[in-house]
């Protein structure tokens, strides 16, 4: 039940990003999903009675997490409603789903993970996934935006460059604090910002707009499927369950915001899970454990 909540939450943003883009700029909407993740998490850390734990998170970590605060939320929220911004929401969210995929490479450089043979044929399906989708969104739009293309693939390298990172610090913070803390620097940073920027939120269907991103994209979700993980015997299900969102977001994205949805965007998202399905179960070296990417 947890994990299928934040499936459902995580299914439903792609068609809200484009909504409340519609009422906002994508540094407002960002803002206000900022400050409502920020107090759903400290809602949190109080109903788990983590207040405590604060104090032995050292100086250094502080220091670390003030620069993973810059990271996640803001460069790559920024990044991806930018990107959705230029592109239809069909186009952005399944390329942004690539981040697994971008991951790898990151190991491999930074971790001397080396990437086994097998997993190139995953990384080239996922690749052919995102031309499907970006030859298909030529239909809806004519061409699309190569500054959206680029965001939206950069957006995926932020998100995997933070779970690198964040995951090094997971048996050293819990991560009801990890999560709170990466919040604070954020919202600190925004609110900052915010006083040298142009900012103007006077919609109130923008204002619960960007209320539902920071509730049903960040701070719900995060909770429930980390929850899901700590509670289940089975996490291998858990993570295969999160596959279903990208394809549930598309109904979304047909009924809600009316866009027609493509063929190839079809194919497209079919490639880019299949690809990371098969590097995370079926192309690791028999032997070795298979690593989730919750």
Known sequence: MLASVAVLSWSTVATAFKIALSQLTYFEMLLVACITAFMIFTVWMTVERKWGQLRKVSPKLWGTFALLGLLNPVCYYLVLFKSYSFLPAQV???????????????????????????????????????????????????DLSPVGLG??????????????????????????????????????????????????????????????????????????????????????????????????????IAVILGEPIMLTTYIGLFLIVAGIVYNQYFAVPSGKPKRQLS
């Open 151 to 252: 965001l939206a693939a950069f957006s995926a390298l932020l998100w995997a460059t933070y779970w690198m990172f964040n995951n090094r610090l997971k048996d050293r913070v819990d991560e009801c604090v990890s999560l709170f803390l990466s919040f604070l620097f954020g919202t600190v940073y925004m609110c900052i910002a915010a006083c040298f920027m142009p900012v103007d939120i006077s919609s109130w269907s923008g204002i619960l707009a960007g209320m539902y991103i920071g509730g049903f994209e960040i701070g719900i979700p995060f909770i429930c499927f980390g929850m899901a993980i700590r509670i289940t015997s089975n996490p291998a299900l858990i993570n295969q369950m999160c596959y279903l969102s990208p394809f549930m977001s598309l109904f979304f």
């Open 92 to 142: 952005a969210q399944p390329i942004n789903y690539m981040w697994p995929i971008v991951l790898l490479v990151l190991l491999a450089i930074f971790d001397k993970q080396p990437i086994p043979g097998r997993k190139y044929i995953g990384m080239v399906m996922s690749l052919g996934g995102v031309a499907f989708i970006s030859l298909g969104g030529k239909g809806i739009t004519g």
